[in-house]
Structures are given as structure tokens and as C-alpha cells.
């Protein structure tokens, strides 16, 4: 199915969470955060975005929708996915060779309100151990 301007709902989708990891970088990079990885990889899956984020390595998890018609963005996220970042971060720590306090999981929710402007939701230690 096309949309206005020939685009298909998949690549419309993908631009639009393309948008919403480039602001979570942004909004970490005004933290005097350092963004150390995007879109990682391994077996167990792939998290957003990696900072080192005040002495924490932060695995983040950016959900950016343009309706809440569904729930808000950061209700998106399930114990599944939760467990497989969980698992993500143990694969990372033990390959990564940055000095760390601790680790900590982020949400960021992107409300994309048009192409340029929406509304950022930052959710630090948003799930893991307590």
C-alpha cells in the first residue's frame, strides 16, 4: 500500500523510527552523554541505543509512534523484550572494554507529532533488577 508520495507504510515506519533513535541520541549527547552504539547486535537481539551516561552504560529502548491510538510508546515494551535487553547488556559488558559504575535500562518514547517536532519521554531505569 502507498502512501502520498509514493512511500510505502514500511519505509513511512522505518523513517519514522530513524527520526526517533536520532533524537534519543541527540537528547543523550545534551546529557554529556557519549553514545557508544546504535542499532547493536547480537544473538540474543538488538538495542537502540548504548550510552555511557553519567558513569552508567544505558541500554536504551526507543519507541516512537505518531498516534497514541495504541497505548503510549513506552507501554509498548513487554517482559519479553525487557529480558532479551537484560540479555543483550550481559553479552555487551562482558565484549566491551569502557570503564562503567553500573548498567542501567532506558526508555526513551518519541511522540512524533509532524517530520519536525514531537514531544521526547525519558524513562531512566526504566525495568530491570531493582
Given at each position: 500500500m502507498l502512501e502520498d508520495g509514493g512511500?510505502?507504510?514500511?519505509?513511512?515506519?522505518?523513517?519514522?523510527?530513524?527520526a526517533g533513535e536520532f533524537a534519543a541520541c541527540a537528547f543523550y549527547e545534551l546529557r554529556d552523554a557519549i553514545v557508544l552504539e546504535r542499532n547493536w547486535r547480537c544473538q540474543f537481539g538488538e538495542v537502540d541505543i548504548i550510552a555511557l551516561d553519567n558513569g552508567f552504560l544505558a541500554f536504551c529502548?526507543?519507541?516512537?509512534?505518531k498516534s497514541v491510538s495504541a497505548g503510549d510508546p513506552e507501554e509498548q515494551i513487554g517482559k519479553d523484550r525487557q529480558e532479551r535487553y537484560?540479555?543483550?547488556?550481559?553479552?555487551?559488558?562482558?565484549q566491551c572494554d569502557v570503564s562503567y559504575?553500573?548498567?542501567?535500562?532506558d526508555v526513551i518514547a518519541?511522540?512524533?507529532?509532524?517530520?519536525?517536532?514531537?514531544?521526547?519521554?525519558?524513562?531512566?531505569?526504566?525495568f530491570g533488577e531493582d
Open positions: 512511500e510505502t507504510m514500511s519505509d513511512s515506519h522505518i523513517k519514522l523510527g530513524r529502548e526507543v519507541k516512537t509512534r537484560i540479555r543483550c547488556a550481559q553479552i555487551y559488558c562482558e559504575e553500573g548498567v542501567r535500562f518519541v511522540k512524533a507529532h509532524n517530520e519536525h517536532s514531537g514531544e521526547l519521554h525519558f524513562i531512566p531505569n526504566a
